[in-house]
């Protein structure tokens, strides 16, 4: 049972896998309870460095694929990077110190950052949502929600963005009409990812966002020998 001190921050996410990778990176203590009653981890937390992020990684193989809940507690944690874990549910909504949030390509059909009013990055590529609000995360500078199932986006109050990648949902052309004339950022290059299907005619208005100052760029799906539809998703956030 993890015992949880005064001046801490409460994490938790519920898989299924049965090998989980995570990294961390702040200041203060951390630990990280697997939630299958064993190994409770320990440790002093460094702060975030682009070039060394692969090495702050703690990872954990179960004896089996069960359901389990896992718990990070942390003086400090800025950073928090769960992806390729099968997560079903992410809870954040205790750490308010949080910058970067990364839970690429897991199970989630929901994501609550209204709390997260500190956030930066947020990429949360790769799930099942079907809404995503960030209109509490006005510092936000990059967003990627690309390959979900959003039907709209409003970017109306995150007035610092740069990048956002939205490629590979259910955004049809008014929905990006609409999205793009929420983009009112005012800093300097501003770049946005939406993509189509093979074959799709496009009839979104490009300028509604070009005349704020965002260059956009469409990724398109393609088909392989094999009939299989992919998406080359470059990283921009």
Known sequence: MTTICKGTSVMTMTTSSDNVKIRLAGSGTFTIDWGDGSQIVKGTLKEYKKRWWHKREYSYSYANNSSRTITIT????????????????????????????????????????????????????????????????????????SMNSLKNLDMSHNTSLTRLSCAGNRLNNAALNNLFGT?????????????????????????????????????????????RVTYFMPDIV
Do not use: P
């Open 74 to 145: 942390g003086e400090n944690v800025t950073h928090l990077s769960s992806n390729g874990n099968s997560l079903t549910s992410l809870d954040v909504s205790k750490n308010t110190a949080l910058t970067y949030l990364e839970c690429r390509f897991n199970k989630l059909t929901s994501l609550d950052v209204s709390k997260n009013t500190k956030l930066l990055r947020l990429i949360c590529q790769g799930n099942e949502l079907t809404s995503l609000d960030v209109s509490k995360n006005v510092l936000l500078t990059g967003l990627d929600c």
């Open 183 to 227: 983009l009112n950022s005012t800093a300097g290059k501003k770049i946005i990812l939406t993509g189509r299907h093979f074959g799709e005619e496009v009839n979104y208005d490009e300028s509604i966002a070009m005349k704020n100052g965002w260059e956009i760029r469409v990724i398109e799906t393609k088909k392989s020998k094999d009939g």
